[in-house]
């Protein structure tokens, strides 16, 4: 009989041959199988210039995964009596909800870390490109306060990563220190971690990964090393550094101290750092159950815990999944289809130049690992995970993966050409605009939160072109497209080379509506009305 471990190394040709479809460099593996480390896999390259591979020991980025490290952070002052998972966040943070209805206000450290507040998020106003945040970490919490609300509270899930930057500041306020010193001394001393870390600069470090862009000939672009760090914008949500050797001791013993509290009926455990896991691990945020009480919980169900998607397989990965964006919810593979029910715990993780995913079975103490160095065609670390553990537990179902990382990637290639003839398809013709293009040149700032979108007029080339915040290196062309509308719609490569974040925006998201001189909408199509207002300044 074959070992389990020679049948994981066997699956490497067809780990690698995902990374290639999806035109990622480098991508880091790790998996535990019964509390055993059975296979650590490094494809690729973490420097493509350099030839350098990578090692269990190279530095990527946690990205997404990084919630259930700042709950966990907060869950030490729960355990301490200096926190509590359901006191509103104003007993801490006097600033939160200023100016807010009752709602709001009422908002828990609970409601936060399980995605249940109801507010809207604003990636796109915040990451735009090259490396950059256009927010400060100091306008977290006024941002915050003026988010418009898609549901109510409780209501329903409803990701925002910006609520992660808000944990990291009540936990800095009741610690009186940084969120990034906190957590080194509650969870990655205790476990006596060498590398994990909160960002810093990067290239001050020795054995890290660089960031990479794909382009549409799978080549890759080196591009700026992601820009969260110890004191940017939605720290919280993403920033923690860690190689496959820590990661894999971190989430084994998460997962120990889960086993062990659920098992006891405790809210520690001995010489864990992990505290109240049973609160961490329930099911508080129902996915396509709105209305429905976690009492109701079923066990088909998937719910987001804590900074963890919790499910039972068979089924698919549909939370935060990136390929299901592709291929629809209805078209995803059932993991580990054809076997017997498990209780499973899955995060996904994106930024720019990088993706993750953490998957953990807990009555197999099985986890899953994997990291890689851009953001690719596909999410392969996503189906590299179901092919793993589809080895595992030998499934009677096999999906073919490299059929599926294709169709994604092909419609990964088309989001521009596609959002290019939607926008030819519908433009009216002989049409002009209403005043002469220097009269719309201007600073417009938004009317629901300070975000400034500058329109610069090129007297010599009779053109105007955008900027959002002010910030030269993110000025854009700005085209006429009919009537009062202006498009500024960029390619595939364009985008990679300027590390853009977005995939599969319509076409209407590159398009300015101008309503007079004075004022333009954008249908940046993240909050309740589709559409955010500028006025001029």
Known sequence: MIAIEDKICALEPRLDGLREIAGIPGIVVGVLHKGNVIYKGNLGYQDVE??????????????????????????????????????????????????????????TALDILSQRTGRTTINHFVYQGHGTLLFNKDDTVQIWNKLSRL??????????????????????????????EFIQKTLFDPLQLERTHIKKDMSTMDNYTRAYAVLDDLTPTLIP?????????????????????????????????????????????LDNPFKECTTIFTAHTLFNNIGKSADRFLESDQAYTTGFVRATLPCAFLCQNH??????????????????????????????????????IPESDTIIAVMANANGLCDPTDYITQVILEELFDAPIRHDYENLAKKVAKARLDDYPSAKRNLEENRKAS????????????????TAFDFCINILFNKTEDSLSLRFQGK????????????????????????????????????SFYIFEFQGKDQFIWNEGENETGYYTFERI
């Open 225 to 269: 090393d992601p820009c969260t760090c110890r004191d940017s914008f939605e720290l919280g949500a993403s920033g923690v550094l860690t190689n496959i050797d820590e990661m894999l001791l971190i989430f084994k013993n998460y997962m120990f101290a889960f086993k062990d509290q659920i098992k006891n009926k405790t809210s520690s455990t």
């Open 323 to 360: 390929n299901k964006q592709y291929l629809g919810a209805e078209s995803m593979p059932q993991v580990l289809e054809g076997t017997i029910p498990r209780q499973v715990f899955y995060h996904p993780g994106r930024y720019v130049g990088s993706m993750s995913m953490f998957t953990m």
């Open 472 to 507: 030269e290196i993110e000025t854009w062309p700005l085209r006429y497209y009919h009537d009062d509308k202006f498009e500024w719609l960029m390619s595939h490569n364009e985008a990679a080379f300027a590390a853009r974040r977005e995939w599969q925006q319509p076409a």
């Open 50 to 107: 350099k030839k350098i591979k990578p090692r269990s020991d190279t530095l990527f980025s946690l990205n997404s995964i990084t919630k259930s490290l700042l709950t966990a952070s907060f869950a030490t002052l729960v355990n301490s009596g200096k926190a509590s998972w359901t006191e509103p966040i104003r007993t801490y943070l006097p600033e939160y909800a200023k100016g807010c209805d009752g709602y709001d206000q009422s908002i």
């Open 151 to 180: 549901v109510n509270p409780r209501h329903s899930y409803s990701y925002n990563p910006t609520g992660a930057g808000i944990m990291a500041i009540v936990i800095e306020k009741i610690t009186n220190m940084p969120w990034n």
């Open 431 to 446: 049409t002009k605009p209403s005043f002469p293009l220097e009269t719309y040149a201007g600073s417009f700032r938004c």
